[in-house]
């Protein structure tokens, strides 16, 4: 990745011959390995949908892409897809977003858990800070809480894309939070990518 030109962009972080794929239970996370050669702060993180069905039952009436579609006990926050680090801390979504702490169900904004091409997940108030070979997981919520797993199905494969805000040597210092002055001052042109993801997701 070229960071030289200093410009906020998506850029993939998997391979694209290499989807990520996660399973609904047992323990079977996607796993991602960033291999760029320098780091770099990132404000949001976006999967991508590219095929299967995942649900919290048996029943493939609830089959779903990003949790378990109409099922009546998530109605109200029908999304169960999480980013965690290797040690399975959760950097998305924010915790203010979960409703069902135990198997980590919430809501977000214009998504479909059925139809939604894509979950944008952002926090440009502290930026996270991606390290050469640093492992991003994604989890069924559930599965990753050992909660209520028994019973559900399925696999979903995703593509894995960071929002770039700059590479770490652009950035104020090397903590967590160093690039909040210059998140804040691309949040303007993040605005448009996420007015195109939310206007696709209503179709």
Not at 70 to 97: E, M, W
Not at 152 to 169: H, L, P, T
Request: aromatic share 14%; charged share 20%; with cysteine.
């Amino acid at each position: 990745m070229d960071f030289s030109k200093g410009e906020a962009a998506w850029y993939q972080i998997n391979y694209s011959h290499h989807p990520v794929c996660f399973e609904a239970r047992n323990n079977r996370p996607g796993h991602v390995t960033y291999r760029g050669a320098q780091g770099m702060l990132v404000g949001a993180l976006k999967l991508v949908y590219k095929s299967g069905e995942v649900r919290c039952v048996s029943d493939v009436a609830y089959n779903s892409r990003w949790g378990c579609h109409g099922y009546s006990s998530f109605k109200a926050y029908p999304l169960n897809v999480i980013i965690t680090d290797r040690h399975d801390n959760v950097i998305f979504p924010l915790q203010q977003f979960i409703k069902h702490g135990s198997g980590l169900w919430y809501t977000m904004p214009v998504v479909d858990d059925k139809h939604s091409d894509e979950l944008v997940f952002s926090n440009f108030d502290y930026p996270l800070y991606l390290h050469p070979y640093m492992e991003l997981r994604v989890w069924f919520g559930e599965d990753l809480k050992n909660w209520s797993e028994g019973d559900n199905q399925g696999r979903v494969c995703v593509d894995v894309f960071a929002y770039v805000i700059g590479d770490i040597r652009a950035s104020a210092g090397g903590s967590q939070g160093g690039g909040t002055s210059r998140a804040q001052s691309l949040l303007k042109n993040l605005k448009t990518s996420l007015s195109s993801i939310m206007q696709k997701n209503w179709k």
